[in-house]
C-alpha cells in the first residue's frame, strides 16, 4: 500500500515510516497537520496512520478535510490520550480507527491490514443501492429521498454496503464490528446500535418502521431492501 504518516515527533515518525517500509509499503510523510492535508489531498494515498495533536492544523481538522475530498480512504489515527471522549471524536471527524500511544509495531500492523480487508471489501461491491425509494451512492457516501439530499458518512455507507453483500443471512453485532469498524468483535460498546439509529434516522421513511435496515432479535442486523 502507499501509506501517509502525519506525525509532529520526529522519532515516532521515522519508526513509523522504517517499519512500514520493512513490511513492504510505501510511505510518505509529514510533520505538521497542514502539510500533511496537502500531501493527503494532492497524492493517492491507500491509507493514512494521522496523530491527534499536530501543529498547525489538528488531526480532527485534518481527517475531516481528507474524508470530504475521499469518504473512503482509511484513515487510523494515533492519539496519546486515552479518554472515551477523544476517541468519539477521532471517530467522528471520520477515523475508521484508533490507537493510543505508546502502542505495539505488531498491533499497528495488523490494525492496517484488518483496514485494507475493509477497504478491499468496499471495493468488491456494488457502490449504488435503490430500497424503499431511497437511494444510495456508497462510494460517494451519499443518499437521496426524492429531492432530499442525505450525507452519509463512511461507517454508515460500510454498515449498508456489508449488510447489502450478506443479504441472504443476518449479521452478527460482532461480524459489523470486526468488518466495518475493524474492531474486536467482543468488544462491549453500542457504536453498531447508535450507527444503525442515526442511519434510520437519515435514510428510512418512518425509522420506527424501518424497511432497509432490519433488527434481528438476539442477532443482530439484516438487510431488509431489495438486491438491487
Not at 490520550?81 to 477521532?90: C, N, P
Request: aromatic letters at 4%; hydrophobic letters at 45%.
Amino acid at each position: 500500500m502507499k501509506i501517509l504518516v502525519v506525525e509532529d515527533e520526529p522519532l515516532l515518525r521515522s519508526g513509523l515510516e522504517d517499519l512500514l517500509r520493512g513490511a513492504g509499503h510505501e510511505v510518505a510523510s509529514a510533520a505538521d497537520g497542514a502539510a500533511g492535508a496537502a500531501l493527503g489531498l494532492a497524492e493517492p494515498f491507500d491509507l493514512v496512520v494521522l496523530d491527534l495533536m499536530l501543529p498547525k492544523l489538528d488531526g480532527l481538522e485534518v481527517c475531516r478535510r481528507l474524508r470530504q475530498a475521499r469518504p473512503s480512504l482509511p484513515v487510523l489515527m494515533l492519539t496519546a490520550r486515552g479518554a472515551e471522549d477523544d476517541k468519539v471524536r477521532g471517530l467522528k471527524a471520520g477515523a475508521d480507527d484508533y490507537l493510543t500511544k505508546p502502542f505495539g509495531a505488531r498491533e499497528l500492523l495488523a490494525r492496517l491490514e484488518a483496514l485494507a480487508r475493509r477497504a478491499g471489501d468496499a471495493a468488491a461491491g456494488p457502490e449504488v443501492l435503490e430500497s424503499d425509494g431511497c437511494r444510495m451512492d456508497l462510494g460517494r457516501c451519499e443518499a437521496k429521498r426524492g429531492r432530499k439530499a442525505i450525507a452519509l458518512t463512511p461507517r454508515e455507507a460500510g454498515l449498508l454496503r456489508w449488510l447489502h453483500r450478506h443479504r441472504a443471512r443476518a449479521v452478527p453485532r460482532a461480524e459489523l464490528l470486526e468488518r466495518v469498524w475493524a474492531a474486536p468483535g467482543d468488544l462491549e460498546t453500542r457504536t453498531v446500535d447508535m450507527t444503525v439509529a442515526n442511519l434510520r434516522q437519515k435514510i428510512e421513511r418512518d425509522p420506527a418502521e424501518p424497511r432497509i435496515v432490519l433488527s434481528v432479535k438476539g442477532v443482530g442486523y439484516a438487510w431488509g431492501g431489495g438486491a438491487g
